[in-house]
């Protein structure tokens, strides 16, 4: 919530939904709120906030021009950028695991394509049945093919 006022001063939580013994024993906001703002079309409600603000970030505070600021950094843009971020690398990541296990599986294909020239029927069957099982761990599965 600070984050999102931090973003814009229009960004407001309201409650919806009741009040719990916890929130008013504690202090925290864990009462269901609604994300509401003057300008933005739809409203989000929960309990946990995160997700529902990063949505509403994302549907429509990103290029609105009507945003008003506070200066104040971090804010919900900080966040979401970081976040984003941090996505971005672990996408990379993940691209670079796959590329390095297809590379591998790859390896092995060329390894058994050369064994099978020199073996008897016996072991090109089982090469075969060996690479029937040796599916591509970076792509779209080989079983069945």
Known sequence: MT???HHCTRLEFVAN??????????????????????IAHGRMTATNLEPIV???????CI??????PTGVV???ASYVEGLDELAA?????EVE???????????????RRALMAQCDEAMVSAL??????????GGASNYGQ
């Open 89 to 93: 690398t672990e996408h990379a990541r």
């Open 128 to 137: 075969r049945d060996i690479e029937m099982l040796d599916v591509d761990p």
């Open 17 to 38: 939904g009741g009040q719990g013994m916890a929130e008013e024993a504690t202090g925290l906001p864990i009462n269901p709120r609604e994300v509401q703002c003057p």
């Open 74 to 76: 971090p804010n919900l």
């Open 3 to 5: 984050l999102a006022r």
């Open 54 to 60: 990063l949505a509403f970030y994302r549907e429509n």
């Open 63 to 68: 290029g609105c021009e009507l945003r008003r």
């Open 97 to 111: 695991r796959r590329t390095a296990l297809h590379d591998e599986w790859q390896k092995r294909q060329e390894q």
